[in-house]
């Protein structure tokens, strides 16, 4: 599915609790690795990329089977 450091397994959560998971767990890999958040609310789409501009990661893109993926860089 994914390459990712780490996998956060949001399905079935509402916004905005994927991205509070996000937060909450960012910090649990190293500087340059990477976390997929695995979210089948809509919001996700818009979320992920929106949280990583405001907090200063990179994000890598999202995959059809409603993953998205972030590289740590601070």
């Known amino acids: 599915m994914t390459d990712a450091t780490l996998v956060l397994d949001c399905r079935g959560m509402r916004c905005p609790l994927p991205i ?3 937060a ?7 500087v340059g690795e ?8 809509p919001a996700a789409a ?6 990583c501009r405001m907090r200063a990661h990179e994000y890598l893109g999202a995959t059809g089977d409603d993953a998205y993926t972030v590289r740590r860089l601070h």
């Open 24 to 30: 909450k767990h960012i910090g649990d890999v190293k």
């Open 46 to 51: 818009s979320d992920v990329p929106a949280w």
């Open 20 to 22: 509070i998971e996000l």
């Open 34 to 41: 990477t976390v997929t958040v695995l979210a089948d609310d």
